[in-house]
């Protein structure tokens, strides 16, 4: 497979201190690639430097196999970008919502017209486009922030932590569409600190602790680094617990 995105020695220093410490990674086209680490590990911090919205300290970024130093308005257009802050506008209603943002990618006329009623259908808000982003359900804010990213049809999806402080019947809908994506042709990249969805749609996973990756490969090649017994029940929280020596979800809570 042909490569979409790759870091090399990618650091990002505050106060001289490292977030994200020569991280080096080959994301390949048509992967669904997670990156789990929990809150703190520099997941998002790597994304934002991916998108040229945080400038790194060192290393390079190659996209699609250009440089974002100087391509990224070639890069732009093939990029979706999904935050973990919801970036949608309260006092627009839905479809104008999806129109300022794609329209920022230099499409117009019917043309846009046809790209913001899909991207609506996508996220299941079709009946919902005239209703104001600020009346919302969490849940609904969630899906329009996706439809807000989509409506370009990107090659490559960044979902940075898309299902924080949702229901479950959304969080659920967001993953299967995120699959959906995947096999209509998009690669993606996902980053969270909840186990079970990273093991639920990716393809390969990369295990972020401290800024740094730990770990890169399937699951079941995780389970091989820590285990001599191919045939290993061992889940992935037990494979992050035995690298890291830490218990994701108590971080992923708060409580540690």
């Given at each position: 497979m042909d490569s979409i995105l790759?870091?090399?020695g990618l650091t990002k220093k505050y106060d001289n201190k490292p977030v994200v410490d020569h991280i080096n990674l080959d994301i390949k086209k048509g992967e669904i690639f997670g990156l789990l680490g929990p809150n703190g590990a520099g997941?998002?911090?790597?994304?934002?430097?991916?998108?040229?919205l945080v400038k790194p300290t060192a290393g390079r970024i190659e996209l699609f196999g250009l440089d974002t130093k100087t391509d990224m308005k070639k890069i732009k257009q093939k990029l979706g970008y999904i935050p973990q802050e919801l970036a949608i506008h309260g006092n627009l209603k839905a479809w104008e919502n999806v129109e300022l943002f794609t329209s920022l990618y230099g499409i117009k006329g019917?043309?846009?017209r046809k790209a913001v009623t899909e991207s609506l259908e996508f996220v299941g808000l079709e009946d919902k486009r005239n209703g104001f982003a600020k009346?919302?359900?969490g849940g609904m804010k969630r899906?329009?922030?996706?439809?807000c990213a989509i409506g370009h049809k990107p090659e490559l999806l960044i979902f940075d932590e898309p299902t924080v402080g949702?229901?479950?019947q959304s969080r659920n809908f967001i993953l299967e569409k995120i699959k959906y994506v995947n096999r209509q042709g998009a690669t993606v990249i996902y980053t969270s600190h909840y186990m079970e969805e990273i093991e639920a749609i990716?393809?390969?996973?990369?295990?972020m602790d401290n800024g740094k990756i730990v770990a890169i490969g399937t699951k079941e090649e995780l389970v091989e680094l820590v285990t001599s017994d191919n045939n290993s029940q061992m889940t992935l929280e037990e494979v992050f617990l035995t690298l890291t020596g830490k218990k994701l979800r108590d971080y992923a809570e708060g409580e540690m």
């Open positions: 790759k870091l090399e997941k998002s911090t790597t994304m934002n430097m991916v998108c040229s019917d043309k846009l009346t919302f359900s899906r329009l922030n996706i439809a949702i229901d479950p990716c393809t390969r996973i990369a295990i």
